[in-house]
T-cell receptor, first 113, second 113 residues
Framework: SQTIHQWPATLVQPVGSPLSLECTVEGTSNPNLYWYRQAAGRGLQLLFYSVGIGQISSEVPQNLSASRPQDRQFILSSKKLLLSDSGFYLC????????????FGEGSWLTVV | GENVEQHPSTLSVQEGDSAVIKCTYSDSASNYFPWYKQELGKGPQLIIDIRSNVGEKKDQRIAVTLNKTAKHFSLHITETQPEDSAVYFCAASKGTGRRALTFGSGTRLQVQP
């Protein structure tokens, strides 16, 4: 069966510090991978998506970047965090079998102080 | 691009009553409409979905209806229970990758015991 893992679950980072959130998918190959952000009490905003290794598309210009070094690994990064980067970050995937059904990870709470 | 509007933003019902959440979409080419349930601090979980070739789908106490002509779809929860309390998101899609799901803004459902 397919599973998605995302870590860390929570982190508190000072303004100006770097960020690295990691996501891996198991049980499938060549998934489409996504990073979403959810501000407190708000909806889901698509940040990045990837259809293959090294292929990243950005939906919203911002202080963040994404990378896909391996087929089932997706990383969200920042060199210098801003207060506005605080939020709930969700990794998600689709597969050829799932079509356009998206499955989400458990999320990472980021608080920038 | 696609735009999805969701109403109401909050909904409070008594245990045992029914709850209805409505969404409208703008892109007539959208053909897949999932609903997600998000509990506090967790990632959204798919609870039911419907494709454009179907008008209604049921799964125990939940059902979704789709009106393609009017471009709206609804989630119906019958015999609500306290554990149904969560935030519910609707979404619309016509593919994957760049055509990933466009989400509604969410409905916070509170079931009063």
């Amino acid at each position: 069966s397919q599973t998605i893992h995302q870590w860390p679950a929570t982190l508190v980072q000072p303004v100006g510090s770097p960020l690295s959130l990691e996501c891996t998918v198991e049980g499938t190959s060549n998934p489409n991978l996504y990073w979403y952000r959810q501000a407190a009490g708000r909806g889901l905003q698509l940040l990045f998506y990837s259809v293959g290794i090294g292929q990243i598309s950005s939906e919203v210009p911002q202080n963040l970047s994404a990378s896909r070094p391996q087929d089932r690994q997706f990383i969200l990064s920042s060199k210098k965090l801003l207060l506005s980067d605080s939020g709930f970050y969700l990794c998600a995937y689709t597969t050829g079998a799932s079509g356009n059904t998206i499955y989400f990870g458990e999320g990472s709470w980021l608080t920038v102080v | 691009g696609e735009n999805v509007e969701q109403h109401p933003s909050t909904l409070s019902v008594q245990e045992g009553d029914s709850a209805v959440i409505k969404c409208t979409y703008s892109d007539s080419a959208s053909n897949y409409f999932p609903w997600y349930k998000q509990e506090l601090g967790k990632g959204p979980q798919l609870i039911i979905d419907i494709r454009s070739n179907v008008g209604e789908k049921k799964d125990q106490r939940i059902a979704v209806t789709l009106n393609k002509t009017a471009k709206h779809f609804s989630l119906h929860i019958t015999e609500t229970q306290p554990e149904d309390s969560a935030v519910y998101f609707c979404a619309a899609s016509k593919g994957t990758g760049r055509r990933a799901l466009t989400f509604g803004s969410g409905t916070r459902l509170q079931v009063q015991p």
